[in-house]
Antibody, heavy 121, light 111 residues
Framework: QITLKESGPTLVKPTQTLTLTCTFS??????????VGWIRQPPGKALEWLAL???????RYSPSLKSRLTITKDTSKNQVVLTMTNMDPVDTATYYC?????????????WGQGTLVTVSS | QTVVTQEPSLTVSPGGTVTLTCASS?????????PNWFQQKPGQAPRALIY???NKHSWTPARFSGSLLGGQAALTLSGVQPEDEAEYYC???????????FGGGTKLTVL
């Protein structure tokens, strides 16, 4: 059974750095063809892809946010961490992590429940 | 900046058929964009329906199908059920830049 779960602060102040952790089970990021991505959704708005880390530690970022994002993995802990610097109220959103499968070209076959992050002073 | 466009809203009658589309600002959508489709209901995480244009996940109801139509990715619902009322998102892969882009979503009303 594949599961993913996001964790991190629910409230951050403007200019602070956000650190979110995705803890998953049912698969390993050391397996070829697997990855974990981050997606966010502001209240009442559309989904936005943020970043993706592959089994071989290759990383891809949304061009519009690339300068603020860092994605890393800890294979031994089955965790992926996303950091976003210089947070702003417009970054208020539900943040999701999701599984990627190379052989299916599928991003989002499994999702976490999401975690709502509010940016406010 | 790459933009993926979907119909903002559509309405369909129960038992009817509806097609949602997904267009790219860069030109025609092909299989190389590996279109993925998701369903999202209020307060829930998105649920995957279709990957790589037309492939269904094991949990995808048979009434959902994916295709390419007129240079766009398409999601067709045949025999729509009341529980299909939801927001639907497409996701495209841009291999040159190696990035993924979601569409703006289509709010499907079953009425």
């Amino acid at each position: 059974q594949i599961t993913l779960k996001e964790s991190g602060p629910t409230l951050v102040k403007p200019t602070q750095t956000l650190t979110l952790t995705c803890t998953f089970s049912g698969f390993s990021l050391s397996t070829s063809g697997v990855g974990v991505g981050w997606i966010r959704q502001p209240p009442g708005k559309a989904l936005e892809w943020l970043a993706l880390i592959y089994w071989d530690d290759d990383k891809r970022y949304s061009p519009s946010l690339k300068s603020r994002l860092t994605i890393t993995k800890d294979t031994s802990k089955n965790q992926v961490v996303l950091t976003m610097t210089n947070m702003d109220p417009v970054d208020t959103a539900t943040y999701y992590c999701a599984r990627y499968e190379y052989n299916r070209s599928s991003l989002g076959s499994y999702w976490g429940q999401g975690t709502l992050v509010t940016v406010s002073s | 900046q790459t933009v993926v466009t979907q119909e903002p809203s559509l309405t369909v009658s129960p038992g009817g058929t509806v097609t949602l589309t997904c267009a790219s600002s860069t030109g025609a959508v092909t299989s190389g964009y590996y279109p993925n489709w998701f369903q999202q209901k209020p307060g829930q995480a998105p649920r995957a329906l279709i990957y790589s244009t037309s492939n269904k996940h094991s949990w995808t109801p048979a009434r959902f199908s994916g295709s390419l139509l007129g240079g766009q990715a398409a999601l067709t619902l045949s025999g729509v059920q009341p529980e299909d009322e939801a927001e639907y998102y497409c996701l495209l892969y841009y291999g040159g830049a190696q990035l993924w882009v979601f569409g703006g979503g289509t709010k499907l009303t079953v009425l």
